[in-house]
């Protein structure tokens, strides 16, 4: 990793992406970008005046960085619709990683499907960092969640490529389909039956995971194997909480030529529910 892309509404939000970006710049000696993304779908007179003021505003933040934090940092405002400039940015910037703020929780009024992060996320060909939580130190635990399927084998070695899992405990997730409440249901099924059925499942679980790991080279990791008592995105999340991650790791489906991307119910469920912070990893990852 070489360069880490910022984008910044100069919000509270943002000022949580900049401190981890800042973490993250250090820890792999890379440098830092900072972009502003002007909608440029209203006046002109407006527009240039939003320019004018960001530019102010960037200015001051990189010689910050700089002068502060020790950091190699650049600075663009960019014209345009907001998750499309940002993506074009990291493209155009050649960015290693794309890092953001938490999207706007705000029940009813924002059902996050259609915000400027989640679109950001569906359309970038970089891994992108949601920084949702308060910046305390570097990472030092992840648990990455798979789902062993093809994208998801691209998407760890994205990752992989990426170092962004050097020096970190790394534990792997992987949500079996164990559907218990169901069994239960099933009159003709004995508790010891049902409980058999579960373990056996678990078992080809893990095996499932073992070689997942070995084909990916995760082989030292720490492996979680969860049943689908509920939703996969909610067992993500309580299962980071258990292990005491600082960052939850999953990775997209693949693009067709007909759609620009297909982000998967169960990361958008994370994205839209995790506390801590989220990395997403498409499989198409270009470092």
Request: hydrophobic share 45%; proline share 4%; charged share 25%.
């Amino acid at each position: 990793m070489k360069t880490i892309l910022v984008a910044t509404d100069f919000s509270a939000r943002s000022d949580r992406a900049a401190r981890r970006a800042v973490l993250l710049a250090h820890t792999f000696g890379v440098s830092v970008i900072l972009i502003h993304v002007v909608d440029d779908d209203q006046p002109a007179r407006i527009v240039a005046a939003e320019q004018d003021a960001a530019n102010t505003l960037l200015k001051e933040q990189a010689r910050s960085l700089r002068d502060i934090d020790g950091l190699d940092c650049s600075h663009h405002v960019v014209l345009g619709d907001p998750f499309e400039a940002i993506t074009r940015s990291a493209e155009e910037l050649s960015a290693d990683l794309v890092v953001i703020g938490p999207h706007r929780r705000q029940a009813l009024k924002d059902m996050f499907v259609g915000t400027t992060a989640e679109r950001t996320i569906r359309l970038s060909r970089r891994p992108v960092l949601m920084a949702n939580a308060v910046p305390a130190g570097p990472y030092r635990r992840a648990l990455l969640a798979t789902d062993l399927s093809a994208p998801s084998k691209n998407a760890v070695r994205g990752m992989v490529e990426l170092g962004f899992m050097k020096g970190q405990n790394l534990s792997l997730l992987h949500v079996f389909d164990a559907p218990e409440s169901w069994l239960r249901t099933r009159g003709s099924l004995s508790d010891d039956q049902i409980k058999a059925y579960l373990a056996d499942e678990r078992g080809r679980a893990a095996s499932q995971l073992s070689q997942f790991a070995a084909d990916v080279g995760l082989r030292s990791a720490e492996f979680v194997l969860e049943p689908t008592t509920a939703s996969a995105g909610h067992v993500i999340n309580e299962s980071a909480e258990k292990a005491r991650a600082d960052v939850i790791v999953v990775g997209t489906h693949s693009r067709s030529r007909l759609t620009k991307a297909f982000l998967g119910s169960v990361a958008e469920e994370v994205l839209r529910t995790a506390t801590r912070d989220v990395l997403v990893v498409p499989p198409e990852t270009r470092i």
